[in-house]
């Protein structure tokens, strides 16, 4: 093979991987008003009489989940909207960990976006009134990455504000365990 | 927004004297101590340097009209360059000496501009700190007295004649501090505490970009600066500390509700009502100012309606998000900002 | 070619896999390694007193009679007495025999949160109250296994656990007149019939939008049920109600910011130091609008003097944690007042840290004593405090007699008695943008919440408590009402010397400690001291212990189910005999890497303490168990 054939097939290739990545760093910064499209009542149960089945995962998942900007969004609300302030950089506190990839109300981005707008009995807010369906799924698209569920080319290594936070990349995690709700 | 569209039609004018435009944004303001040395110090490079330039320059051209003349006389040359010829030893002493002088001159004028700077920074009278964030400007005016502790955003008010020292710091990335009117450039480094003393010599109005890339919106993040005399600068200062008024009108009190309760709570602080947000800008008195959105457009009704609607068509990225606020809620906000002037 | 150029990607990748697989290796091995060195070392630290002299032979610290009257055998306050001695005058079991205490009996509170309360026992009855949901239980002491009587469930939002900072605890209900007063997490304030279990008022005071929950024990004091807030993690504004004892109405509140007539300052306020003079500093000394969200919160322990009316305690820390947000000397937050319980006006005011940059609340216990002072004697507080200090004060004036640091500091360099005022290190100020590494004593001070006893026979304070350090790194701290306003990073570890806690028999006019016994984890236990002349008090994995009270010898141990931080009391049963109870539960700020599930690969977790508990979760698990022990008949 000639030298120029190679080089073209690397081009290709480099062009190929540059298209791949654009996906995860697509940005949608506008969205819609509250209320509409927050995921709501996501159910987390995971037992379903009669053999129905559990919903679908929401049609936006995908524009969040994996998606580098959302999470670097999501990065920066964690800590404006002192969700760190309970939850601390994924250890918890006030609130539970969300690094150990156990999910009281589910661990789908759906679920915890429903989570994170709807509140839940035992301390958590309710965030709808507060923020947009947007930031709400940003919000939920960081907080998977702080269990390492998302793939970690989405993932900044340096966070987006001053932290003492080990970052996301080198933090070790357990290995990922298939919990009643979370579906990977 | 007409100045956006008509903008290079301002460009050729600017270049050929920007002193003309106000000196809204030019090195050539010279409307602080700092910028007048730092024009005093280009005037006197200039002229040194163009002085030895058209020195080399003029000999350049003596040179080769000598040299063309002597190839026309067909002169060979003997080859005793080693025996100099007098005149020539001079020249090259005279030389020499010229350009040490300008050197050390360089360096004494450059040495004595600095000084004068640092001294400006030990007598400072006023500090406030400057903190940069993607894209605004965090402004807090320190005072003896905390409870006169100010904070506001995007405006920075100085008072003619009085060294102000101002701390710089950066919430996310680096920005830069540079007001060209009046000094700068100075950087904003997240973990790092940097500075600048400026001391304004004349009233005006100034603008100060960012002048460091510092992300999407960079080209929208800039500074108004507000240099008044010292007397209206202590009223701006404690007009600035009163709590926002209690909104009088039925909209305005609707928008009072939907503010102070609602999202922009979550962010924003107006002083005197429960929002008490500490992650954007401060909104006591955002009417009192002359822009929105971080100096990208004048403050005005049509400006505020377009902004708190959608700002995420004006300025994409930002960290203000577009709600999606019904047109009774839109309008109800909008006439409520409007009361806090 | 293709195939060649193919096949080498995954080879790299295996060496890189390989290679990083060894890294982690050696990494782990080497962990593991530093892990057992360790542990060792706390082992080797623990377990045995270290001796430095003997408990004043002479004229020492004595308690007042009128707020510390003879032992009846009941305990009907979380303090013992007005003077939050904690010294129980019962004293059956000795050095001698308590090698033959054991258990008498249990009951088992059906909660699994952090158990921070002592049990109380009054004529017969024992009284327990659980942390949330606040459960009290009565069980009759005068029949076989001590059978639960009654239970009160006051039902407190289940919401309230969300604004709870430190763990979802209660520090103790109170006795007086026939009823027991307790508070529950969502701020209610409940007076229960003793006899009946039957609710005989109800009267909400903190809530729980603000962020305010209320853990503490209330104080009954004439006439009144004292009653603080908790928040100063959530943007409060700290306050002191006191509600009347017989109908709950509220008689009077106190806040500790804000204008003089918020505060209860008036003609008779007269503190000792110029630095708390001045009209309305509860808004002078903050930024504006801050005092609004500035916490100062009361959450810990008040005494009361009956013979002058006067009540005593300190106020919490101003928030946020983020100093650089709040300028000035924040008051009235992280200080002493002194008040007049029957209206409220504040008398005096001693701010133990301006400006405080530590979270270093001041509501720990005011122990009344009076001191041989100067060839004279003194009413005096004696405070252990979170600071670090130990500090003296003339109660009379507010004046600081002495303060002086009882374990390992260097977050300040000292107090100024002149002035009053403390000094900072200014290298270990928390900055914005970086890390201030190795400030000691970390957030928890030197001591929490968990109160000291006071032995009028030795004239000693004995102190559980921390040797705790940490990294701080603070930022801008969002304020959105209901949620942490907090704006720090920490991350704690052990101090010098390589133990995590220690309990010092400190004598207070010497100023030195007489015995340290160190142990290996964190101390968040109170502690109780007998006439018998012991000590006793539990360990975060479960240890109840007994030291003698004058060489600090280890002369008993029990292990519990669970990790302890409840406080241990002493009573005279039915029967006549003495007996010991202490609730096992661990949680609080401490233990909450265990019963919150906490996970500390976060080093920031629960405020930066579960770095320092990380082997806690091995060595106990949650529970909220009474143990009762006794010595055979």
Not at chain 1, 7 to 27: F, K, M, P
Not at chain 2, 237 to 265: E, F, I, K, M, R
Request: glycine share 12%.
């Amino acid at each position: 093979m000639s030298s120029h054939c190679r080089a073209s097939l690397l081009v290709l290739a480099v062009g190929g991987l540059t298209l791949a990545a654009c996906d995860r760093e697509e940005h949608h910064s506008r969205s819609k008003p509250i209320g509409e499209t927050v995921a709501a009542g996501q159910s987390p149960d995971t037992i379903f009489p009669g053999g129905s089945q559990p919903a679908p995962l929401d049609a936006r998942a995908k524009l969040y989940d994996n998606n580098a900007n959302a999470i670097a969004q999501g990065q920066q609300l964690y800590s404006q909207m002192n969700c760190a302030g309970c939850h601390a950089h994924g250890g918890g506190g006030m609130g539970p960990a969300l690094m150990d990839n156990e999910w009281r109300y589910g661990g789908r981005i759906d679920q915890i976006a429903a989570t994170i707008a709807e509140g839940r009995p035992n301390g958590m807010p309710a965030w709808k009134g507060k923020l947009t369906a947007d930031q709400i799924w940003d919000l939920a698209a960081y907080v998977r990455t702080l269990s390492g569920l998302p793939s970690k080319d989405s993932v900044s290594s340096r966070s987006e504000s001053m932290s003492t936070g080990t970052p996301q990349t080198l933090t070790s995690h357990g290995t990922i365990k298939n919990s009643d709700s979370a579906q990977q | 927004m007409k100045a956006h569209r008509n903008a290079p039609l301002f460009l050729v004018p600017m270049m050929l004297c920007a002193c003309q435009y106000q000196h809204y944004q030019s090195d050539f303001g010279g409307a602080a101590v700092e910028d007048r040395q730092f024009l005093t110090l280009f005037w006197i490079f200039l002229g040194v340097c163009a002085f030895v330039y058209v020195l080399v320059v003029g000999f350049l051209i003596g040179g080769i009209v000598r040299q063309s003349r002597a190839s026309e006389a067909k002169v060979v040359e003997t080859g005793r360059h080693h025996e100099s010829h007098p005149l020539m030893r001079s020249t090259f002493i005279g030389w020499a000496t010229l350009i040490g002088a300008g050197l050390v001159g360089l360096a004494i004028a450059s040495f004595f501009a600095d000084r004068s700077m640092a001294e400006a920074a030990r007598n400072a009278k006023l500090s406030v700190k400057v903190t940069g964030n993607q894209w605004w400007w965090d402004i807090t005016y320190n005072s003896s007295d905390p409870s006169k502790t100010l904070r506001t955003a995007n405006e920075l008010h100085l008072p003619v004649g009085i060294p102000t020292h101002i701390q710089l710091q950066s919430n996310d990335v680096i920005h830069s501090f540079w007001v060209p009117s009046l000094a700068g450039k100075q950087d904003l480094i997240p973990g790092r505490d940097n500075d600048i003393t400026i001391v304004p010599s004349r009233a005006g109005i100034f603008r100060g970009p960012c002048a460091e890339f510092c992300g999407l919106q960079h080209a929208n993040m800039s500074l108004v600066v507000v240099v008044e005399s010292y007397p209206d600068f202590i009223k701006w200062w404690d007009h600035q500390l009163q709590p926002a008024p209690q909104p009088t009108t039925s909209l305005a009190l609707a928008g009072y509700h939907y503010v102070t309760t609602g999202p922009c709570s979550a962010c924003h602080n107006i002083g005197g009502t429960p929002a008490s947000g500490q992650a954007a800008p401060d909104l006591t008195h955002i009417a009192s100012r002359k822009s929105l959105a971080a100096g990208m457009m004048p403050m005005n009704e049509g400006n505020l309606y377009g902004w708190v609607e959608d700002p995420q068509s004006l300025k994409p990225g930002s960290h203000m998000p577009t709600i999606g606020l019904e047109p009774d809620q839109l309008h109800g906000v909008v006439a409520y900002l409007e009361t806090l002037k | 070619m293709p195939v060649g150029f193919a096949s080498r990607q995954p080879l790299l990748g295996d060496v890189m896999q390989r290679v990083s697989g060894a890294y982690i290796v050696t990494i782990l091995c080497s962990a593991c390694a530093a892990l057992t060195a360790c542990n060792r070392s706390h082992q080797q630290q623990s377990g045995s007193a270290t001796v430095y002299g003997s408990p004043p032979s002479g004229d020492h610290a004595t308690r007042p009679a009128a707020a510390s009257p003879r032992d009846d055998g009941n305990w009907v306050m979380p303090g013992k007495d007005y003077a939050s001695t904690r010294f129980s005058g019962l004293n059956q079991i000795t050095p001698q025999n308590i090698g033959k205490l054991g258990l008498s009996f249990t009951f088992s509170t059906g909660t699994t949160h952090g158990y921070e309360a002592p049990p109380l026992v009054v004529n017969g009855t024992m009284y327990l109250i659980t942390p949330w949901p606040n459960y009290l239980y009565a069980l009759d002491l005068t029949k076989p296994g001590a059978p639960q009587k009654w239970v009160f469930k006051p039902m407190p939002a289940a919401a309230s656990q969300g604004v709870a900072c430190c763990g979802t605890v209660n520090r103790g209900a109170v006795y007086d007149s026939g009823k027991i007063f307790f508070n529950t997490l969502d701020g209610q304030t409940i007076a229960v019939d003793a006899n009946s279990g039957k609710q005989v008022w109800r009267t909400q005071l903190a809530d729980i939008q603000k962020g305010e929950t209320i853990t503490m024990a209330p104080l009954v004091a004439g006439g009144k049920v004292l009653v603080g807030n908790s928040g100063g993690e959530m943007g409060v504004r700290g306050w002191l109600a006191a509600l009347d004892e017989g109908s709950g109405k509220l008689s009077w509140r106190a806040y500790h910011t804000g204008p003089d007539k918020d505060v209860l300052i008036g003609p008779r306020f007269k503190p000792f130091y110029p630095m708390d003079r001045g009209k309305d500093l509860g808004v002078k000394t903050w930024g504006p609008d801050q005092w609004k969200i500035g916490g100062g919160p009361m959450w810990g322990w008040i005494s009361y003097d009956p013979a002058t009316k006067i009540i005593y305690y300190g106020t919490g820390n101003p928030g946020p944690w983020n100093a650089e947000q709040r300028p000035g000397d924040n008051k009235w937050a992280t200080g002493v007042f002194a008040r007049d319980v029957n209206t409220g006006e504040a008398l005096w005011f001693y701010q133990t840290v301006p400006h405080d940059l530590f979270d270093h609340d001041d509501i720990n216990e005011s122990i009344l004593a009076d001191i041989p002072w100067k060839g004279g004697h003194v009413p005096a507080l004696l405070r252990p405090a979170r600071d670090g200090f130990f500090y003296v004060i003339d109660r009379r004036t507010g004046q600081v007699l002495s303060a002086t640091p009882y374990g390992y500091m260097n977050g300040y360099k000292g107090v100024d008695l002149k002035t009053g005022r403390i000094a900072f290190n200014p290298d270990k100020e928390p900055k914005p943008g970086r890390i201030t590494r190795d400030v000691c004593p970390a957030a928890p001070g030197m001591k929490d919440w968990n109160p000291s006893a006071f032995s009028p026979l030795t004239g000693l304070v004995y102190i559980a408590h921390h040797n705790l350090c940490e990294d701080i790194a603070v930022q801008q701290a969002n304020y959105i009402s209901g949620t942490p306003y907090v704006g720090a990073d920490v991350k704690m570890y052990g101090g010098p010397g390589g133990y995590r806690g220690v309990v010092t028999a400190w004598d207070p006019i010497a100023r030195k400690a007489v015995w340290e016994f160190k142990e290996d984890l964190p101390l968040w236990s109170p502690v109780l001291a007998t006439a018998g002349g012991l000590i006793f008090y539990g360990t975060l994995d479960g240890w109840f212990k007994a030291l003698d009270a004058r060489t600090g010898k280890l002369l008993w141990q029990f292990k519990a189910g669970s990790g302890i931080i409840g406080q241990p009391i002493s009573y005279r049963g039915p029967d006549g005999r003495q007996y010991v109870a202490v609730v096992a539960g661990v949680g609080g700020w401490a233990g909450g890497i265990v019963d919150g599930k906490l996970d500390a690969r976060d080093p920031t977790a629960a405020l930066g303490f579960a770095n320092a508990v990380k082997d806690l979760p091995n060595k106990t698990t949650p529970g909220g168990m009474l143990y009762v022990f006794a010595l055979p008949r």
